[in-house]
T-cell receptor, first 115, second 113 residues
Framework: DTGVSQDPRHKITKRGQNVTFRCDPI?????LYWYRQTLGQGPEFLTY????????KSRLLSDRFSAERPKGSFSTLEIQRTEQGDSAMYLC?????????????FGPGTRLLVL | GQQVMQIPQYQHVQEGEDFTTYCNSS?????IQWYKQRPGGHPVFLIQ?????EVKKQKRLTFQFGEAKKNSSLHITATQTTDVGTYFC?????????????FGKGTLLTVNP
């Protein structure tokens, strides 16, 4: 399967703990995105990488959140001191910008529950 | 900031009936994209419309982009139980933020067999 993969698929943690999620994009894709989706809502943009450079962070991304894409391939999203409000589905997407157009392909997501 | 609105929020139909969801953006879009998310699944790309007034078909699905490039619709003819899911439209930001998709809240379609 050459799609976007995410690990873990589910995570249950206690409030105050740190969690880290991993995303492996489609191999030739140079752009990588993190979104958050809560029940009954569409995905909301969190941050975006072009190769290894993080080019934008949403205001939704508090200083407890950090994302990296160290070699321009896989990416990690870490949440420190988790809060119950962080419970959501965290989606990763990747794309290849070509000819001014791109299509974002989503991974299966990591569903986080903070108790 | 850019807002994307979808109606209706929910739609329940009998199998075989038609279904339409509408999408409106607060700003003119360079393109509009549609995704489908099955229950418990992740968004799956369906189509991208770029040109003003563009109409594209995928089997029983018809997608339309408005003349002003601020609205779009998805119409499904003769729904089947496999059509169940949430349909999202999404538009990119303008200018230097054209990579950032803003999604609507989606329309949840349920189909009674």
């Amino acid at each position: 399967d050459t799609g976007v993969s995410q690990d873990p698929r589910h995570k249950i943690t206690k409030r105050g703990q740190n969690v880290t999620f991993r995303c492996d994009p489609i191999s030739e894709h140079n752009r990588l995105y993190w979104y958050r989706q809560t029940l009954g809502q569409g995905p909301e943009f969190l941050t975006y990488f072009q190769n290894e450079a993080q080019l934008e962070k949403s205001r939704l991304l508090s200083d407890r959140f950090s994302a990296e894409r160290p070699k321009g391939s896989f990416s990690t999203l870490e949440i420190q001191r988790t809060e119950q409000g962080d419970s959501a589905m965290y989606l990763c997407a990747s794309s290849l910008l070509a000819g001014g157009q791109e299509t974002q392909y989503f991974g299966p997501g990591t569903r986080l529950l903070v108790l | 900031g850019q807002q994307v609105m979808q109606i209706p929020q929910y739609q329940h139909v009998q199998e075989g009936e038609d279904f339409t969801t509408y999408c409106n953006s607060s700003t003119t879009l360079s393109n509009i994209q549609w995704y489908k998310q099955r229950p418990g699944g992740h968004p799956v790309f369906l189509i991208q419309l770029v040109k003003s007034g563009e109409v594209k078909k995928q089997k029983r699905l018809t997608f339309q982009f408005g003349e002003a490039k601020k609205n779009s619709s998805l119409h499904i003819t003769a729904t089947q139980t496999t059509d169940v899911g949430t349909y999202f439209c999404a538009g990119p930001g303008s200018g230097g933020s054209n990579y950032k998709l803003t999604f609507g809240k989606g329309t949840l379609l349920t189909v009674n067999p």
